[in-house]
């Protein structure tokens, strides 16, 4: 299992290179999505923490310790009628190329930040809150997430279909149709009036037989996406 404070400013230092601060409820919530999506790959727990269903969500005790190390810089915000709000940065941060995480672990925090950092705080809130199968599976304050509901990550399998071979002779026509306005593009721009009806005419052309009734089952490609859930090592079946 991976520290705790190393995800964490992982997760900041990926923010912070791209101009996002986070509030302390944020960084919880990026880090119990990694710990989602690290389980929904790989089948077993990321970190030890002890996640609960807390008021705002999942939240985990131990993390109040955590940020207290001197590796995490906080920034006190008044906000206000006696309120404060609490953002945090790394307290040294690390400006080359290293990483704080493998490079694995580094790839899915910056799936994750750059996934979230334009969205409202609220949407945040309610993806993990009701989007979330340990989230989905509980149903009492103060009990424990239970990662096993996470479902497996699917596998997604593209089956081509090869055309007749009447609509591969029809594509090549309208191909070659296209050819001259296409080259002329690519090379040395002459009047935009010649280059104009060029492609206005080709362009004619494929619209014209495109028009045309065709059975769907003789396109040029057809793909099939087939989605099912993969269990295992992803080698068996087909």
């Known amino acids: 299992m991976y520290p705790t404070e190393k995800i964490l400013l992982q997760i900041l230092k990926e923010s912070s290179s ?81 990483q704080y995480v493998d490079p694995k672990l580094s790839v899915l925090i910056k799936k994750i930040v750059g996934q979230w950092k334009d969205k409202d705080f609220a949407e945040l809130l309610d993806y993990v809150y009701f989007e979330t199968e340990p989230m989905q599976f509980i149903e009492n304050r103060g009990e424990q997430l239970d990662f096993s509901t996470i479902i497996k990550e699917t596998l997604t399998v593209v089956v081509p279909l090869k055309a007749s071979k009447e609509t591969e002779r029809r594509v090549a026509e309208l191909r070659k149709q296209l050819a001259p306005a296409l080259k002329r593009l690519g090379e040395k721009r002459t009047t935009e009036r010649q280059e104009g009806n060029e492609y206005k005419e080709a362009k004619e052309a494929w619209d014209e037989e495109m028009s045309k009734d065709i059975d769907p089952e003789v396109y040029k490609k057809i793909f099939i996406t087939i989605t099912k859930p993969f269990y295992g090592s992803g080698k068996e079946g087909n």
């Open 18 to 98: 791209r101009n996002k601060t986070l509030g302390k409820t944020e960084l919880i919530k990026y880090l119990y999505l990694t710990e989602v999506e690290y389980y929904r790959v790989n089948r077993e727990r990321l970190t030890d923490l002890k996640w609960l269903f807390h008021l705002y969500g999942p939240y985990a005790y131990e993390l109040e310790d955590t940020l207290k190390l001197p590796v995490f810089q906080k920034l006190i915000i008044e906000t206000g009628n006696d309120r404060e709000f609490i953002k945090y940065k790394v307290a040294e941060p690390n400006n080359d190329y290293r």
